[in-house]
């Protein structure tokens, strides 16, 4: 791993027991392709992954209290990063199993959707211990190309080449933006360290200062790029329709989560708001992305479309917590934006079980080759809630936890976010958010409708055989509700930091 | 205590109902009422052997729920909330009454919801903490919209979808007043508190409140309603199954007027004052359109939606009119309306089983083939334009009195109202049991005789001795 190339005089075992997760999954990957050398089997390769997480999972747990520990110049382990790495793994976890379901159907065996998979995680490790443009940018790549492998995976699909192109051409398009924001910022601060110190003269200096705030621009479009923040969303709807569901939820959580957490590191560490040009752009994005995201999903059948529109509101929102953010009130900025993703994922994660679940049940079997069923439309849980409530609880969970209402984690999400501009007096903010999540009612609701309605389509039956499935299932309706009720089970994890 | 117990019954009795109905049908209905019966007893004991007088708060529970926000988990108990949830238990078992018949599809689920509503609406009238008061304001709206959603008529997603986005786009506002307020609780005093007891000490600037208690108006207006932020109110009416606009009306309605006593009218004194002409002038915006509108109502239910925003505008004319013979009319109000409009929702439920129809046109001369049911829609039609002898006369007599010493011209205006109300009662009334017999309907069966007595009764009892209501003062 290239940290611990660049690091080797310092190396010791404080430091390795700091980023060990991160090392679990980047040797787990190298044992990986042994592994494929040796027996290639769709079972083993599945549980291999699956361990592996669970092992870097488990030693991520430790970390959560961890004090700030800089691992050489790239990198900063902390309560933040490591919570924030552990709905990674949550996320890959419940995508590892979705993607086993989906793929266990083919009879080739897909050993590198599984390595492609564990390198998103190690992007995204990386991600969110970034302490430095360069290990960012490299998290950036490695999240970003293992992801156009996996969004073009389904070969046969009819959208998988159009949507892997245009991640792919997209996707490197973001990244020389970015390469070319953070040179114009190195340019200016002559440091690549979040830590760096950017020098005053540049407040007086116009000439460095346009450079300056040129840079951050291109570097903030590149983020956003990937964060599907409008204008830099239209890409979102389209790729996450033709990527195949588990991929679709890995780009819904784990991108989203570890390019927002890099995001407010970047922010909080460099005091970028300190520009009001910064601030101002920023704003127009997120009132942007809030009025966007919701209006464009209000017409939307396809339930991947529909979550793909939600997700550019839902970064909108987050957004908020970034422009109000002050040097005095860290901690409950960090926490916010914690809370918020960890809402965020778990409604993602539940919703898109479910609709995996359809899926593989709907897909029909002719002779040999198993025809999936690939759009998935609003109309196909319609009277889910007579057949199976299990299910159609989650969704509905998932549902009102994405819209914003009290039992659920999405309203305690909001409610930081609301506190947060309100005690900034941020009412215009608040005005859009108000509105937005109004308009986003008139999306939401009606899939909760559609679960209602009278029961004509008999084609998905609960699979009695799929365990692991019903205990997925019926744990996040509980994490879901508890976590809504009783918020302060996460908030004690998410342990603020002595600066 | 007794409260919480009362609350958790109902959700897990309206579990067990959605249970037992898949087992045995036709269990939940009778598991609803026997259990809703039992814990009305159980909440009347707990009032009348509570050692505390009920004039001030009476706090029940104070326990710690969100650490991050110090928010409480805290009930208390005054006059104001126990007279509306004594009207909430009794609207609750005709609710049940009235579903006798009408539900029988997916019955279970449906006594899960109304049960789930009737613990969120309980939960409203007895939570001080604003984080929990605004909890249960959102949670009892989730059934209410399952409710109009699956068992509604012809129109109900509509209906439903208008229902919940003005509803919750206006508490949003709410939500960001209460966070603010909560946050100027830790400027002024070093410590975060959405507690109830603790905002009325504090002191707040004016040129603060008046923001403030613009946002807890709004949601309060919408829920009450008051033009113009009425519009989803006729829909929701119209679409929902008999006992969804029995409750609505009934008892969400007063949810709003609560709302305006307690948490604007207490809380913000001052900037309620300067507030009061604005308030004043839309609800007699809404007193004089609601009957215009129900005048023009070809639609049994929509003309009792219309009729109910005039009626509320009472209440809110009367409520901003700082007065204490207004504010005593306004209670009354708000009993007899939820009484009345009840009586008439079970009406129009009960006309609706037996022809199909809503519509007036189809209606005419019921009261040959029903004299005993023409004979309650006789007297609830005037219940509901001022009778006297019933509560509505009451309400609304000691509203404009206290009204007319504070804002003469308003009385005036308010009073037209009242001419609408006996216009469009009569119209009601003529165009449905009047007139050639359009068709023959069966007369009230035994459970709808003491449906409707008994909604009659306590609208006779309220009209002849209203002292029964006038000797609390509700915290005045």
Known sequence: MLTTAHSQASLNIDIISVILPQLIIAFGIALALLLVAWKRSQRTIALFTGAVMLIALAANFSLLTIQPTAVTQ???????????????????????????????????????????????????????????????????????????????????????????????????????????????????????????????????????????????LLFISGIAFKLSIAPFHFWTPDVYQGAPTPVTLLMATISKVAMFVVLVK???????????????????????????????????????????????????????????????????????????????????????????????????????????????????????FWRIPSHALLVILAVLSLAG???????????????????????????????????????????????????????????KRAIIEHVLVYSFIIIGLVLGIFPDVVSQFIVSNPM | MTLTFIMLVLLFTGALAWFSENRWQGSAKWLALIVLALLATVFT????????????????????????????????????????????????????????????????FYYFNLLATIAGIIGVFVAVDMFLFFFFWEVMLLPMTAIIAIWGHEKRHFAALKFFIFTQVSSLLMLVAIIATGYFHLLATGELSFHY??????DMPLSLTQYLMLGFFIAFAVKLPSVPVHSWLP????????????????????????????????????????????????????????????????????????????????????????????????????????????????????????????????MGGFWQSAPRMGGFALAFAGAAFGLPGLANFIGEFFSLVGVFQVMPTFAIIAALGLIGSAIYGMVLFQSSFQGTAKQEILDLSHRELLICSSLFLMLLVIGLYPNLLLNFSFGV
């Open chain 1, 266 to 384: 970047c922010v909080v560490a460099q005091n970028y708001l300190l520009y009001d040009n910064v601030q101002l752009l920023l704003m127009i994005l997120a009132v942007a992305s809030m009025l966007m995201g919701n209006i464009l999903a209000l017409k939307q059948q396809n339930l991947k479309r529909l979550i793909g529109y939600s997700s550019i509101a839902h970064m909108g929102y987050l957004l908020i917590v970034v422009i109000v953010l002050s040097g005095e009130s860290l901690s409950f900025t960090w926490q916010s934006v914690l809370f918020y993703l960890s809402a965020y994922v778990v409604a993602n994660l539940s919703i898109f079980m479910v609709m995996a679940a359809i899926q593989s049940q709907c897909s029909s079997k002719v002779g040999q080759l198993l025809h999936y069923k690939e759009e998935l439309l609003l109309s196909d849980l319609r009277g889910l």
């Open chain 1, 74 to 216: 790239l990198l900063k382990v902390d309560s933040y990063s490591a919570f924030a790495f552990s709905l990674v793994l949550i996320s890959a976890l419940v995508s590892l199993h979705m993607s086993h379901q989906f793929l266990k159907a083919h009879i080739e065996v897909h050993d590198e959707y599984y390595l492609l998979l564990m390198l998103l995680v190690l992007g995204a490790g990386i991600l969110v211990t970034s302490n430095h443009f360069a290990s960012l940018f490299l998290g950036f790549e490695l999240l970003s190309i293992s992801l156009v492998g996996l969004v073009g995976y389904h070969r046969e699909s009819n959208f998988s080449v159009e949507s892997g192109f245009k991640y792919l051409v997209l996707s490197a398009t973001a990244s020389s933006f970015m390469l070319l924001g953070i040179a114009f910022i190195y340019s200016v601060t002559g440091n690549m360290s979040f830590d760096a110190n950017v020098p005053n003269e540049i407040y007086h200096q116009q000439n460095l200062r346009l450079f300056f705030e040129v840079g951050i």
């Open chain 2, 45 to 108: 004991i707990f009032v009348i052997s509570y050692d505390q007088p009920f004039e001030n708060l009476q706090v029940l529970t104070r326990v710690s729920w969100i650490q991050t926000f110090n928010i409480e988990y805290s009930i208390a108990l005054d006059q104001l909330s126990i007279v509306l949830i004594t009207l909430t238990w009794l609207l609750a078992i005709i609710c049940v009454l009235v579903s006798w018949q009408e539900i029988k599809q997916k019955a279970g």
């Open chain 1, 405 to 463: 209402i009290p039992l659920t984690m999405g309203f305690i999400g909001k409610f930081y976010i609301l506190s947060q501009a309100t005690i900034a007096h941020a009412w215009w903010l608040i005005v859009t958010l108000v509105i937005g999540s109004g308009i986003g009612l008139a999306y939401y609701l009606p899939i909760i409708f559609t679960l209602f309605e009278k029961e004509d389509c008999t084609e998905f039956k609960a699979n």
């Open chain 2, 235 to 362: 829909d929701a009416h119209t679409q929902a199954p008999t006992a969804g606009s029995v409750l609505l009306a009934g008892v969400l309605l007063k949810t709003g007027a609560y709302g305006l006593i307690r948490f604007v009218i207490f809380l913000f004194p001052q900037a309620s004052m300067q507030f009061a002409p604005i308030a004043a002038t839309l609800a007699v915006i809404s007193i004089v359109y609601g009957a215009k509108m129900a005048f023009a109502q070809q639609d049994f239910k929509r003309l009792v939606a219309y009729s109910s925003i005039s009626h509320m505008g009472f209440v809110m004319l009367a409520l901003f009119a700082f007065n204490s013979i207004a504010f005593q009319g306004a209670i009354i109000t708000m009993i007899a309306h939820g009484l009345s409009s009840a009586a008439l929702f079970s009406m129009a439920g009960m006309i609706y089983l037996r022809i199909h129809s809503r519509n007036l046109t189809d």
């Open chain 2, 197 to 202: 007891l603790d905002w009325l000490a504090l």
